[in-house]
């Protein structure tokens, strides 16, 4: 199975799951890494890592659908089976998910439906809820709509800062994210078997 990271910023969970592809815990090989942001820190991550690397921005194209399909494109070529966003700051449009149905997936800092957006972990905490948590999902059509694959919960202790809340997520994202993959990749990997 061969997998594309989409991510636009720092890269943790980038660097988790090539981590976990290298030491054999997702049977996966990780094909390329794609940021639409040309100097974001996941870049050097995957550089690092010798894992091939493709950028480009949205603003290079005259539309939103001719972005996805040079997008689709390069996915065609490199035979991907898997897209997995870590942090890919943008909304999927038709173009990607029509031919990614169900083989697209992302992890987000918020126990699903709660929380969805762009500043899950702030606005969980603005809330003064007793817990949150991430969640890692299927893409669908809405903002962080789409099937559930795995949780976890996080307390919010009364003690915590935002800056605690977010080292809390971001220690369960890194765990929880690479064993998630791993289980779906042995489950997908098994039927195409049968």
């Not at 921005?57 to 997008?71: G, L, N, R, T, V």
């Amino acid at each position: 199975m061969r997998l594309a990271v989409f991510a636009s910023g720092n890269g943790s969970n980038f660097q988790a799951i090539a981590e976990a592809v290298k030491r054999g815990q997702i049977n996966a090989e990780l094909s390329l890494l794609f940021c639409d942001r040309k100097n974001a820190y996941v870049i050097q991550r995957a550089k690092a890592l010798m894992i091939p690397v493709i950028s480009f921005s949205p603003k290079d194209f005259p539309s939103k659908a001719m972005y996805e399909a040079e997008i689709l494109h390069l996915m065609e070529e490199e035979q991907i089976d898997l897209v997995v966003l870590a942090g890919y700051m943008r909304i999927v449009g038709p173009t990607l998910l029509e031919m990614f149905s169900g083989k697209m997936i992302n992890i987000h800092p918020s126990l699903l439906p709660n929380f969805p957006g762009l500043h899950g972990i702030a606005d969980a905490f603005a809330a003064k809820v007793a817990e949150t948590g991430v969640t890692i999902h299927y893409i669908d059509d809405g903002i962080d709509t789409g099937p559930i694959i795995a949780q976890t919960k996080v307390k919010i202790e009364d003690y915590d800062t935002l800056e605690s809340l977010e080292a809390k997520i971001h220690k369960i994202e890194h765990k929880l994210y690479p064993e998630t993959l791993a289980k779906l990749i042995k489950t997908q990997q098994g039927e195409s078997q049968l």
